[in-house]
């Protein structure tokens, strides 16, 4: 009886160290990326203290990055799928353009802005048949699209923007880009709604798990049951519908559209989902690693300014991101498969 209770401690002792290291293999992804974000923070804090310590710069990062956040959470669903989607830059200006011919015609700033959103849907739409229908790989086909969505709006808008400062007498201007409280831009917390709606039907609804074995394995989704089609296709008509809500955010914000509205974000928002750990090669990504990604590119194009070097940084530092990230999950998924 004595050795029987004296076994018990030995048995029991290593149970919670097994249910930690479970746990640190789960959230890897998500402790990697936040451990990221917090050594860059402290180098920048160390190199600019002045900026890095004070409140400006953070509601600067809470107004500007939701304007590629909103397009690379949703994002991370299409690239979890093993497909890329290279044409929401256009899609923002798509659906900006809809929104200025309804606009223009109604006086409605809602009827413009369903159009704004439908146009969004109709691209992403048009990708997903494209990819999924006809056969088209992602890649090829998103850069066509992306020339041919931009096209479309040149013409529709013959190159000519359109003023928005009548968009401030309906509520949808403070409801977008208004300050709560003063202080909080609103579109910051639509950044963390759709990162929170996306990150549930990822984690907790048979859609995530569906597009989790999509990435993984086609052939083994299929003969699961999983419709791969509808699954693609949905997840493009997200994007699609994401980037025409976040150009209408931009344009808000500054009130006005220019026809080349979303050229400049691409970089920044495919270097947020590829540093946040989603899998160039689909079936891995968390919406969460996304997010923190988001903010951690935001953030480095003011620090570079705050260090005294030049704008022309940031596009060799993003690069230099995207590279890195895929290589190392090329190196990884090596080692795993051998």
Known sequence: MNISNNQEP?????????RMSRHLRKYSLQIGIVGVALFIWILFVIGSPRTFLGSDIYY?????????ALMAIPLTLVII???????FPSVMALGMTAFSVV???????????????????LAGYINGVLIVKIGIPSLVATIGTQFFFRGVVMVVTNG?????????????????????GGLIPAQFVWTIVFAAVIWFFLNRHKF????????????SARLMGVNVAKIKIVTFMIVGAAAAFAGFVVSEEVLFFWPTLGEGYMLNTLASVFLGGTSVFGGSGTIFGTFVAC????????????????????SLI????????VSIQTLVGRRITR
Not at 10 to 18: D, H
Not at 166 to 178: H, K, T
Not at 208 to 219: C, K, M, R, W
Request: proline share 4%; hydrophobic share 50%; net charge negative.
């Open 10 to 18: 030995l048995q029991a002792g290593p149970a919670p160290v097994k």
């Open 60 to 68: 600067a990062f809470m107004s500007t990055t939701p304007f590629f």
């Open 81 to 87: 799928t093993g497909e890329i989607d290279l044409s």
């Open 103 to 121: 606009f223009q015609a109604t006086g409605s700033v809602w009827l413009g802005f369903i159009a704004c959103i439908a146009a969004g849907v």
């Open 160 to 180: 000519q923007g359109l003023g928005m400062t009548q968009v401030r007498e309906n509520i949808l201007y403070p409801a977008m880009v208004g300050r709560i």
């Open 208 to 219: 995530g798990a569906h597009v989790y074995l999509t990435g993984d394995n086609v052939e």
């Open 295 to 314: 903010f951690i590119i935001g953030a480095i194009n003011a620090g570079i300014v705050a260090a005294g070097l030049t704008g022309f940084w940031t």
């Open 318 to 325: 993003y690069g230099l991101i995207i590279v890195v990230s």
